[in-house]
């Protein structure tokens, strides 16, 4: 519908995230995090006897959302989402593989280090916990330097 | 918890993939241009939200604030362990390689991107093989220690 700008300014989103972050512990006292929803979510569907419910609706409710801002925002538009890959030459099965493995590495990685980039990142940061700073400087460290090399060794460098 | 919790998780989860969509966090193009360092945008947006969470939570713990649903407000301070780099390291090569994380996925597909459907489902793949490996070294503790019924630290890992 056009009612939001193109990019939220990220001195209004960065905020407003951050009392997200705040709100939910005022309420309920619990970290904002993604990849623990997913794994509630993975529970529920094998109905496992103590899985958190709420975090299943956490989970169903960032997609809604999601379609909201969208809704709001540019509107729903049925695409690949990858354009900078197909236009580094890459075919539409090879960016599926590249995704899929990627997201994969990514879903085991944030299980090994106990969070993702909400969990760890912003909520386990905001709560000044040694092991969120160690894990966020990590993955953010490593996130640079396999962009890097993507960059400089595959065609999504551009020419 | 109470079963106004569900809905307040619905609600919170709303609000978090409303603004992750607004501010484009969702888009590979903000990932990739962030992580090769020629835009800043979530440098400065995970900044401003640590900047603006940090202090107040620092602020509600110090005093003693009741939560609505769960006691008295308690932080978090867990030690660093050797995971947590081994974690990162796993999870910052596949953040950068398919350029999206858990949260931005879902918003992603909800946008209407077909291919952030195979980042959901190789997410789930991803923590779900985890998973099975915690389930089973805990399986393996049971067999020679009566006593342990879970490997330590995988109920926090779960409930992140």
Redesign the interface.
């Known amino acids: 519908m056009g009612l939001?700008p193109?990019?939220?300014p990220?001195?209004i989103?960065?905020?407003?995230?951050?009392?997200?972050?705040?709100?939910?512990?005022?309420?309920?006292?619990?970290?904002?995090?993604?990849?623990?929803?997913?794994?509630?979510?993975?529970?529920t569907v094998r109905h496992d006897t103590?899985r958190?419910?709420?975090?299943?609706?956490?989970?169903?409710?960032?997609?809604?959302?999601?379609?909201?801002?969208?809704i709001l925002?540019p509107g729903?538009?049925?695409?690949?989402?990858?354009?900078?890959?197909t236009a580094a030459g890459w075919s539409a099965p090879a960016?599926?593989v590249?995704?899929?493995?990627?997201?994969?590495?990514?879903?085991?990685?944030?299980?090994?280090?106990?969070?993702?980039?909400?969990?760890?990142?912003?909520?386990?940061?905001?709560?000044?916990?040694?092991?969120?700073w160690?894990?966020?400087?990590?993955?953010?460290?490593?996130?640079?330097v396999?962009?890097?090399l993507?960059?400089s060794f595959t065609a999504?460098g551009g020419s | 918890?109470p079963k106004q919790?569900?809905?307040?998780?619905?609600?919170?989860?709303?609000?978090?993939?409303?603004?992750?969509?607004?501010?484009?966090?969702?888009d590979?193009?903000?990932i990739?241009n962030t992580?090769?360092?020629t835009d800043f945008?979530?440098f400065?947006?995970?900044?401003?939200?640590?900047?603006?969470?940090?202090p107040?939570?620092?602020i509600?713990e110090r005093r003693g604030?009741e939560?609505?649903?769960?006691?008295?407000?308690?932080?978090?301070?867990?030690?660093?362990?050797r995971?947590?780099?081994?974690?990162?390291?796993?999870?910052?090569?596949?953040?950068?390689?398919?350029?999206?994380?858990?949260?931005p996925?879902?918003?992603?597909?909800?946008?209407?991107?077909?291919?952030?459907a195979?980042?959901?489902?190789?997410?789930?793949?991803?923590?779900?093989?985890?998973?099975r490996q915690?389930i089973a070294a805990s399986q393996a503790i049971n067999e020679g220690d009566g006593e342990r019924s879970t490997l330590p630290?995988t109920k926090?890992?779960?409930?992140?």
């Open positions: 939001l193109d990019q939220l990220w001195w989103a960065g905020p407003l995230l951050g009392l997200l972050v705040v709100g939910l512990f005022v309420v309920a006292n619990q970290p904002l995090g993604a990849s623990g929803a997913y794994v509630q979510t993975i529970k103590d958190v419910t709420w975090r299943v609706w956490y989970f169903g409710g960032i997609f809604v959302g999601g379609l909201l801002a969208t925002g729903v538009e049925i695409r690949q989402g990858y354009d900078a890959m960016i599926g590249v995704v899929l493995l990627g997201a994969i590495v990514m879903g085991y990685g944030a299980r090994v280090a106990g969070g993702c980039t909400s969990g760890h990142g912003i909520c386990g940061t905001a709560q000044r916990s040694p092991a969120s160690t894990t966020t400087a990590t993955f953010m460290g490593t996130a640079v396999v962009t890097f993507l960059t999504l | 918890m919790m569900n809905l307040v998780g619905g609600l919170f989860g709303a609000g978090f993939g409303f603004v992750l969509a607004a501010g484009k966090l969702h590979y193009d903000t990739h992580l090769r360092l945008y979530v400065g947006l995970m900044g401003l939200a640590i900047g603006v969470s940090l107040l939570l620092w509600l604030t939560t609505r649903y769960g006691g008295r407000l308690s932080l978090a301070r867990s030690k660093v362990e995971h947590h780099i081994t974690g990162g390291i796993l999870f910052g090569a596949g953040w950068s390689i398919a350029g999206t994380c858990p949260a996925a879902l918003a992603m597909l909800a946008s209407g991107a077909t291919y952030g195979i980042a959901v489902v190789g997410l789930f793949i991803g923590l779900w093989l985890r998973d915690l630290g926090t890992l779960g409930a992140r």
